[in-house]
């Protein structure tokens, strides 16, 4: 599971606040679930919709200001895109010794710090039936680097650590531009059905800086289970960095229910627990 508490906006120019969480503590950003708050929002009227247009909601996320631009027609909600926060290359071509022989891999940050690997540099697939696998050289990576000084953040120390480990599938260029599959490891060893919105716009930084992403194309991102992103990059304005960008991250969130948690102090796994 993947939450968030929704919290007060840092000032008037947001809707509302959001802190992520998951098993290993918070993270600095969520694309697919600032997509899905958007979508909350809209449907709960926290937000007031446009029933036949665009509606932006605007949250303020650990890693900045994001917009969740949500799509309506008829006063049914259609798309969402994601609008980050800059994001940009760290580091390109860092080697990491794991228990599969020496890789190397990239560095990007989109809100948080992905470390990026193709899969065939590990003799693997991003299918289903390598997910054991896939976790397990995730957390590799990740605990690898994350206390190198490549994860510290050039700005703010509480958005430093890599949070995740993106093993990518290149499938090729379509007529729009590159299709890749992914999988995210995240966090300690949870892993992403979504393609990971803020990993998406660690992609797209970097292909942005490689070339491979050209200001006119997009990146159809699919993850281990088939579900998709459509990736679009701008340059980010007065951007510090070479190809720092705004990326803007389509896909689209489903509400399946409603639950109250509760917590009686008699019970003897109230703080929960943790098999591996």
């Known amino acids: 599971m993947y939450g968030c508490f929704v919290v007060p906006p840092d000032d008037d120019g947001a809707?509302?606040?959001?802190?992520?969480?998951?098993?290993?503590?918070?993270?600095?950003?969520?694309?697919?679930?600032?997509?899905?708050?958007?979508?909350?929002?809209?449907?709960?009227?926290?937000?007031?919709?446009?029933?036949?247009?665009?509606?932006p909601v605007t949250i303020?996320?650990?890693?900045?200001?994001?917009?969740?631009?949500?799509?309506?027609?008829?006063?049914?909600?259609?798309?969402?895109?994601?609008?980050?926060?800059?994001?940009?290359?760290?580091?390109?071509?860092?080697?990491?010794?794991?228990?599969?022989?020496?890789v190397y891999v990239d560095l990007a940050f989109g809100g948080a710090l992905y470390a990026c690997v193709e899969a065939c540099e590990l003799g693997l697939v991003v299918t289903p039936e390598h997910w054991t696998q896939l976790i397990t050289i995730g957390r590799e990576i990740k605990w690898a680097l994350n206390d190198s000084d490549l994860a510290r953040h050039r700005e703010d120390d509480r958005l430093g650590g890599v949070y995740g480990t993106i093993i990518f599938d290149d499938l090729g260029d379509t007529a729009t531009g590159p299709h890749q599959r992914n999988v995210t490891v995240f966090a300690d060893g949870r892993l992403d059905r979504s393609p990971c919105g803020s990993g998406t716009a660690a992609r797209l930084a970097l292909l942005a800086d490689s070339g491979r992403l050209g200001p006119d194309q997009v990146l159809t991102h699919d993850s281990i289970i088939g579900t998709r992103f459509i990736g679009r990059a701008r340059?980010?304005?007065?951007?510090?960095?070479?190809?720092?960008?705004?990326?803007?991250?389509?896909?689209?969130?489903?509400?399946?229910g409603e639950h109250t948690f509760t917590l009686q102090a008699n019970d003897p796994v109230e703080a929960g627990f943790l098999l591996r």
């Open 235 to 256: 340059p980010a304005p007065g951007g510090r960095a070479r190809h720092e960008v705004i990326a803007q991250v389509e896909g689209m969130a489903y509400r399946t």
């Open 15 to 55: 809707d509302f606040g959001a802190l992520f969480w998951h098993n290993d503590g918070y993270s600095t950003a969520c694309g697919h679930g600032t997509i899905a708050l958007g979508v909350w929002a809209v449907q709960t009227g926290r937000v007031q919709g446009t029933a036949n247009g665009v509606t």
């Open 60 to 102: 303020d996320v650990p890693s900045g200001r994001v917009v969740a631009h949500v799509r309506q027609d008829e006063g049914t909600v259609t798309a969402v895109v994601f609008e980050n926060v800059a994001s940009y290359p760290v580091a390109r071509s860092v080697g990491v010794d794991t228990s599969l022989g020496h």
